[in-house]
């Protein structure tokens, strides 16, 4: 008996010894690395291991080989790896479609826009219309807008419609124009024909108005569409991109979305808005929410405004350079309704409001309408010239403000002309809506800007170009720390899509979606940010980028 015990014994001791000396097996072990995990005390790590797509463990490289063995490895080297980085605003078949028209960002001229698309049309002869964007008057001699005159010379025949860098202003030809059935001017509602004067349009089309001749141009197949969106992917992929917010979809844009995930045609992660406008909410609401893996669907994005670059925003006052306020692109009365409906959904809400007029109206009706603010996150878009007297209701209303940073670096050369010395202060001001708040979204707006997240890094931190111009940074007051930027671009951008028990830090139970940069961010001369590139770009534990 007393050998049994023994033998019991020895068995059971040997059972533990193995049990606790045996490494349990994973999909992945990363070590050797610099980690921000960008948990709530913004710790550092060495290792973690993934199984399943999940973060289940982060230390020490020492713990993490000791506990574990991995089908793969990845020795970082010593590089920095951050939280899968997140777009908080962007639009991802706009980019599509840019890459598959012509590019106009940077043009210095006129005459350099034409080349670009007589370029265009002799790779291309058999495209219907001449369809592109990026171009910016801001630019140009005498910044003034075009008028059709200087495509009607070279593409008499071709119908030319050209999108501003802001997409909210639109350059046509004689030949779009009578597409359109437009001849004359015609008042419409939220946008503008800008017409010479004798009522002849000038071929400048504004916010509203560009639908009138945008809708003749042919949609493209959907095999195309998909080849083009994941060329699109492909550039956001390598530069650390896992997840975006999709700002603003129509109805087919989402069902075409939902087919290519649901055929597991696509990596990034989506967080789509429906367009909405006050006249057709019901029907876009009625599905409810939309959630999978990599697609959701949950929120309804509404348009206040228009821009500064081509003055449509709406202002208090008539801007600096020119006697207009801008308009909004729908009635007071119709906001507030629409507002008042979407407050009784489960829908989130979130608003481009650029002018401080837009920002106040839409402030003023989210606090009427909003009984829980604090857990509905509803967002103000962009947020981008707010008066002094408004930055409070951001906290008292609980806004969530979602910025784009290098929008201040891109408009800060001519947008004290726009706005004056004084009210030219509330612009941008990040570090003031983060007071407020507490948080802040951070995105691109991409393709009105270029998709890097870098880019608005840099911006955000150090409020210059990439020049370095202006010296001590364009003010420099609302810069922001870059610990805060790289919450705004991980943790918080998952915050204001109510995804941060999801993604947005590396932190067991979470997705494993990381990306691991060639230098430190966060240490890393500010000149040299926007250079610094991506070794690796990881979702759900799998490499979908690396150099």
């Not at 690395?33 to 710790?43: E, P």
């Not at 860098?165 to 419409?188: F, G, M, P």
């Not at 608003?351 to 920002?359: E, R």
């Amino acid at each position: 008996m007393k050998n049994y015990i023994r033998t019991l014994v020895l068995a059971i001791s040997v059972t533990l010894f193995l049990c606790c000396t045996t490494n349990k097996e994973v999909d992945l072990i990363v070590y050797n690395a610099n980690i921000y995990t960008v948990d709530s005390s913004f710790s550092r790590a060495q290792a973690f291991a993934i199984k399943n797509g999940i973060f289940i463990d982060i230390g020490s490289s020492e713990e993490i080989m000791q506990k574990y063995t991995a089908k793969e490895h990845i020795d970082a080297q010593g590089r920095a790896i951050y939280p899968g980085l997140y777009d908080a605003h962007a639009h991802f078949f706009m980019l599509a479609e840019l890459l598959e028209q012509v590019d106009l960002g940077g043009a210095q001229s006129i005459a350099e826009v034409v080349e670009r698309l007589k370029a265009y049309q002799k790779a291309y002869p058999d495209k219907k219309w001449l369809v592109g964007g990026g171009w910016d008057q801001n630019l140009w001699d005498g910044k003034s807008f075009p008028s059709k005159d200087s495509l009607d010379k070279y593409f008499p025949e071709t119908p030319v419609f050209l999108s501003r860098v802001d997409y909210h202003a639109a350059w046509v030809n004689s030949k779009a124009l009578e597409a359109a059935r437009i001849s004359s001017a015609q008042t419409v509602e939220g946008g503008l024909i800008v017409s010479d004067t004798l009522g002849v349009p000038t071929g400048i089309l504004l916010d509203n108005a560009m639908q009138l001749v945008s809708q003749y141009i042919p949609a493209a197949e959907e095999r195309s569409l998909l080849l083009s969106l994941r060329r699109a992917q492909d550039s956001l992929l390598s530069v650390g991109l896992t997840s975006i917010v999709d700002a603003g979809l129509t109805l087919e844009q989402l069902e075409y979305l939902k087919k290519f995930y649901q055929q597991d045609s696509l990596k990034i992660r989506d967080y789509a808005m429906i367009a909405g406008n006050p006249g057709s909410i019901d029907k876009y609401i009625r599905d409810g929410f939309y959630e999978s893996d990599r697609l959701t669907i949950r929120s309804v994005k509404l348009m206040a405004d228009g821009a500064l670059g081509s003055r449509g925003a709406c202002l208090l006052d008539h801007y600096h350079d020119a006697a207009t306020r801008g308009f909004l692109l729908h009635s007071p009365e119709e906001f507030d309704r629409v507002i008042e409906r979407l407050a009784l959904t489960d829908f989130q809400v979130n608003t481009h409001a650029i002018g401080d007029s837009a920002n106040r109206l839409i402030l003023d009706a989210y606090g009427r309408h909003l009984k829980d603010g604090k857990n509905r996150r509803w967002r103000i878009e962009h947020a981008q010239v707010v008066s002094p007297t408004d930055f409070a209701k951001f906290s008292r209303f609980h806004i969530l403000p979602s910025v784009q940073p290098t929008h201040a670096t891109s408009d800060m050369y001519w947008v004290e002309d726009r706005l004056g010395p004084q009210r030219v202060k509330g612009a941008y001001a990040y570090k003031e809506l983060l007071k407020q708040y507490g948080k802040l979204a951070l995105g691109s707006d991409f393709p009105v800007e270029h998709f890097n997240p870098l880019y608005g890094f840099h911006a955000a931190v150090a409020r210059v170009d990439k020049t370095g111009f202006p010296k001590g940074g364009f003010q420099i007051e609302n810069a922001i720390s870059r610990e805060d930027a790289l919450r705004g671009m991980t943790i918080w951008a998952a915050f204001s899509c109510f995804q941060e028990k999801k993604r947005g830090s590396i932190e067991r139970g979470k997705d494993a979606d990381f990306v691991i940069m060639e230098k430190d961010i966060m240490t890393a001369p500010a000149e040299e940010l926007r250079d610094i590139k991506t070794w690796r770009t990881v979702i759900g534990g799998e490499t979908v980028f690396s150099r």
